[in-house]
């Protein structure tokens, strides 16, 4: 029920959604004094989420930051999250944006600092589709010449809460060593990591994808409206209402 209802509330997190629910209701109400509150709200969500100054700010402080990979220790196994694939125009499978996810996990292997790669994702869709993520991935570092027998793969974990649940069982049935390096996105890490650990999995971040330039100084530029800006939000408000989501599952469920 948690996945179901996830999809369509994505919806809602989208600050140019509600820039258009609050002009909406300013062209069909009929006070003026409404009117003007509507107008002013609808003027503000538009300043701060095409700030990209502020966006930045919050990036460094929201962004975990990779912990230092000692380049002498071998780790047991990388977790590669999923979320990095999608289908393209054609119907075929396709890397997106967090593709860094991907290749950072194969260098990672290529030069010795992992022995296996967990692929964890299959098919996070409501839209019942054939595509699988992990299995296409699988194909892939197959394609690069990665050994079989150095790939684990969970293939039916929809979201987050159970890439860490499977992996989970995976690890343990296999009896990997901790600690184990856990690949995402940058913006991902905080939630992703916070949940791993929750379950009792002890990961090392390893961030990859920074989807913000997080600069010094910001340019002048920055403070003037950017509507890339705006759609690059939503997926920091995701992980923020989604990390206290869990947050408050984990307290129902754990009772901590």
Known sequence: MFFVLSKPFTFLLLPFTWVTIIMLGYFFTKKE??????????????????NTALLNAFAKVWDVPSVQIAPEKEYSCAILLGGYTGIAEDGNACFNVSADRFFQTLQLYRQGMVEHILLTGGNGSLLKNNFNEANWAKEQLLKSEIPAQAILIDSNSRNTFENAEFSKKILDSVKLQPPYVLVTSAFHMRRASWIFKKLGINVIPFATTDIVEKRGNDAFTDLLPNIHTMNTWPFYIKEVIGLYVYKLEARRIFGK
Do not use: D, E
Not at 33 to 49: E, T
């Open 33 to 50: 004094n409404i009117k003007k509150i509507l107008l002013i709200i609808s003027a503000v969500i538009y300043l701060l989420f095409t």
